[in-house]
């Protein structure tokens, strides 16, 4: 008997996983990590005007790059880097090459209580690898997270890439690296302006922006996939009218035209 | 707090409970009464998803499932979808990596059944069916739940392949397991607290209740 509950239980579950996939399930959109509040806000500004539901995905724009040319069922990509959403166009898994939505900064945040000093120069972040004030730092993993290769490039302008190596704790995607460098387990770290101005992390201590010119411009690109519904298109939209325009900026991104 | 990734992980842990139960009876009764050339080999290649590490299985899964592959050619040429991040791809992995948990312990169980009891099943006339149905699954019961049991749990908890094989896509591939990590990320320790004592709990039942089963099923048969 025992047998045919399992066995019953198992088929139930299918099935209704089979209903839900049929009834009306929200936009998928996969979303660079520095968007992880200011995609929150846009989505629900959007439900909020249309009655149409979005869902953000977070992670690194390269892993979403390599999930989407797999087949993952994303109708949406908005990337930190515009290389990933044109490799997507040329590899033909894009309606079209998309459209620059934001350009985006890299602060050094440093939680309350850190020996260091949110100093945009990186000055005190030098000394206190001298010093030995430093334990830990994060950034994003630079092979993959956009953010993590500005970070990089930013370390390297000012000379302290090769010293401070050895501290790195890389996250997965810079939402991840934020958390390290804000949640008490680092002393600091270079992260997206977008995260560092969000309530959640702004309340956990103090950041200060990093020049423009130290590392290559992110250019966020997003671009509709072929599976696009017209929910999707609607949104694709909708992220570059006054309102949505309005709250990406108020995360601390350049838009374009401006 | 994610329900829906909740949903999720008992759906995938109820459906690989649903194929491992035929399956790892099948094949734990098998390896329990046969002896044959390349036995061990097969008992090892059984075993390895034990001790190799998720991120290893997961990246050959991915190798195997992928849209290049064969096999994930077949999927997309019958079903129009992918099979990697998917729900049907995560279960087909979960199947791979439970086939220990859910085999060695029914395999230990056959074993135990004393031969005489089973020479005497076929001296009775009982054909291999019903010997099966009858006597060996009824003795070998306790096992067959703790394999179930163990596979259950498993499947609540698994990350790392779950991660690899299903990326994070809420409502098809992100389990309780991976909402966690998504909600410490997100700065959401809240959230993150309530679903990791939830399936603190979870597992905590799933022991204590196959314990009391197999004690229960012990004492009958002494």
Redesign the interface.
Known sequence: MNRRVFLLSGVAGLASRAAVAQAHRPVRVACAADLKFAMDEVAEAFRRETGQAVEPVYGSSGNFRRQIAQGAPFEMFFSADESFVFALADERLTIDRGALYAIGRVVIAIPTGSPLKADPSLFDLGAALRDGRLGRFAIANPEHAPYGRAAEQALRHQGLWEAIRTRLVLGENVAQAAQFAMGGGAQGGIIAQSLALAPQLARLGSHALIPAEWHEPLRQRMALLRSATPTAHAFYDYVQSTPARALFHRYGFVLPGE | MDWQAFTIS??LG??T???L?PLGVLVGRWLAYSEFRGKAFVETLFALPLVLPPTVLGYYL?VAF??ASPLGQVW?SLTG??L????EGLLLASIIVNLPFAIQPMQRAFEAIPQDVRDAASVSGLTALAALRRIEIPLAWPGI?TG?TLTFAHTLGEFGVVLMVG??????TRTAAIAIY?R????DERGAGLMAAVLLVISLLALGFTAMLSRKAGGRRG
């Open positions: 008992f759906q109820l459906a409970v649903a194929v139960l991915l992928g849209k997309a979808n992918s990697v991040f998917s729900f739940l179930l990326g994070s896509i809420p409502g098809e998504d410490v990320q997100a700065f």
